[in-house]
């Protein structure tokens, strides 16, 4: 048996950050436990390989939702990370903190010491920034975050077009406000990802009371009297344990640090009980207020503007693009998931933005397919930030390397659906009544001008809604009977335990989630340090 002080179960967006800081002083001796492998996968690190790594498993874990209800009986393909860096090696690269409001409301509902003052000086800890040092922003961080290194005119139109309906052009999403429309940041440096795991991990992994294991699949927390004391994983096929003196941490995201609390006896006792597992405490909590953002993707043909569609299907368009890329390092093979960003309200009485646009400069059939459409079209996708529709994670076998249920219920609130047909008509309306758009004659290729009712036009578009991969929730802080996690980020009921990545969120933030969970990481990693 092994002993550690800390021991942390994924390396993750959240885990290398702990593994980062926890080992910075010398005497702590820190085990980092991940399932997948190393992140030597080449397509990891080009910044537009996240087409070669979701859905691929050496990568990803290839998860899939339960058919949904409220969407048409559909299911979901679902990426997470599986490898060092998690989701943040094979996401979109997108760099968006959300609104000040988000936090603030998590301090609102007894969360001490979580509003946007509290969260501020964590976000510039972890940034280098390649714009430099300013009031919002930090330089000399561990997570390089850079301009795109793609502009096209179809995407500066789009501006265009949203300043005429009211929606100012901006620079900066991340200083608390977030309305507007603009090119997003991305994490990268000189047109490489750089992941936790580049940032965080690559670093320091030479520490000495550093150890990593890799091909790590986390079995169970063993405790005694309710406190943590060590952890049983499976390597290469044999069950080895590891002791934690101080701390476990969990790390696993939003649909893996749920499993593994109620694999490890910590959940709902009426669904762990059925399943065989002994009960170290009761959180109903666990594994529930599941959300994320369900990304509407309506297309958009156009005339006299180009898309990067003909260029991408073409084989001396994919080389232009290639050369471009090692050459300079700029170019398509550089871009995020999406290029131009654009927050506005589905309502003008509304305080702040409610939807959230990500703008691709071209168009397939569904996300990640191997072809795009043989015409000029854009996608502006389209997502409600502030979702009410809540869904859940549920283990169905004892054995942790057995898939969890996860049940999403993206548009089951009235309010959700509204928002969602509020939001693809003031799509139509920016490209279709624009004077800028008008020039080139905009077709609606779906779902359809002829659609206007409301229920129909949702329904009709979640034949092709996708995730935008921001599952959270799962193991929320609070105050409630709810709750799973304090304000400091330890399990209720339990000693030495803490969940520490996006399922403490208690409600989603109004934008992507990666940056905020590296935030999470970091105040976290310095609530343990100071106790």
């Not at 070669?52 to 874990?61: E, F, L, Q």
């Not at 795991?197 to 294991?213: C, D, E, F, Q, S």
């Not at 049983?232 to 995201?253: C, F, H, I, M, P």
Request: charged share 25%; proline share 5%; glycine share 8%.
């Amino acid at each position: 048996m092994n002993n550690f002080d800390f021991i942390i179960l994924g390396a993750g967006s959240a885990g290398c950050v702990l593994a980062n800081r926890l080992s910075e002083n010398p005497s702590h001796k820190v085990l980092l436990i991940e399932a997948g492998g190393k992140d030597n996968y080449p397509w990891i690190h080009i910044p537009v390989g996240y087409f070669k790594t979701m859905h691929n498993p050496n990568t990803d874990w290839c998860y899939k939702t339960e058919p949904d209800e409220s969407m048409n009986n559909i299911s979901i393909r679902y990426p997470r990370g599986k490898t060092l860096g998690g989701s943040s090696s094979i996401n979109g690269l997108l760099y968006i903190r959300g609104q000040h409001r988000d936090y603030d409301i998590w301090r609102q509902l007894g969360n001490t010491g979580w509003g946007w003052d509290d969260v501020l000086p964590y976000f510039i800890k972890a940034e280098n920034q390649e714009r430099g040092k300013s009031e919002y922003h930090g330089v000399g961080g561990p997570l390089s975050v850079s301009d795109q290194r793609i502009h096209l005119p179809l995407l500066d139109e789009f501006q265009n077009a949203a300043e005429e309906f009211g929606v100012p052009k901006t620079k900066d999403f991340n200083t608390g406000d977030n309305h507007g429309c603009g090119y997003f940041q991305v994490t990268e440096k000189d047109g490489f990802r750089c992941s936790t795991a580049v940032g965080y991990l690559n670093p320091v992994k030479h520490r000495k009371n550093l150890t990593i294991i890799t091909h790590a699949h986390v079995k169970k927390i063993n405790f005694e009297n309710k406190k943590a004391k060590s952890i049983e994983y499976w390597q290469d096929n044999e069950l080895k344990t590891a002791e934690a003196n101080r701390e476990v941490v969990v790390s696993s995201g939003a649909i893996g640090s749920p499993q593994i609390l109620q694999v490890s006896g910590i959940g709902n006792p009426e669904k762990l009980k059925n399943l065989g597992i002994d009960m170290v405490h009761n959180l109903n909590g666990v594994g529930e207020n599941l959300h994320d953002h369900l990304m509407l993707r309506p297309i958009y043909k156009i005339n006299g503007l180009k898309s990067l569609n003909k260029k991408i299907n073409s084989l001396f368009g994919n080389l232009l693009i290639g050369l471009e890329y090692v050459f300079k390092r700029s170019g398509p093979m550089t871009m995020g998931a999406s290029q131009l960003c654009m927050f506005a309200k589905s309502d003008p009485s509304l305080e702040l933005p409610d939807l959230q646009w990500h703008v691709q400069p071209m168009s397939m059939d569904t996300l990640g397919a191997t072809k795009n459409h043989d015409f000029h079209a854009f996608t502006p996708t389209v997502s409600n930030i502030r979702p009410t529709s809540r869904g859940h994670v549920s283990i169905v076998d004892k054995d942790s390397r057995v898939y969890a249920k996860i049940k999403q219920n993206y548009l089951s609130t009235d309010h959700d659906r509204m928002i969602a047909a509020k939001g693809l008509k003031l799509t139509r309306k920016i490209i279709m009544e624009s004077e800028t758009f008008k020039k080139y004659t905009p077709e609606e290729y779906r779902p359809g001008i002829h659609i206007d009712d409301d229920e129909e036009l949702v329904k009709e578009a979640s034949n092709f809604a996708q995730t935008i991969f921001h599952p959270v929730g799962t193991c929320k802080m609070g105050q409630d009977e709810m709750s799973v996690v304090d304000e400091k980020l330890k399990v209720r009921g339990i000693e030495n335990l803490r969940v520490i990545d996006a399922s403490i969120m208690p409600n989603i933030t109004s934008g992507n989630t990666n940056a905020p969970t590296i935030m999470i990481a970091e105040k976290g990693a310095d609530m343990i340090l100071q106790q």
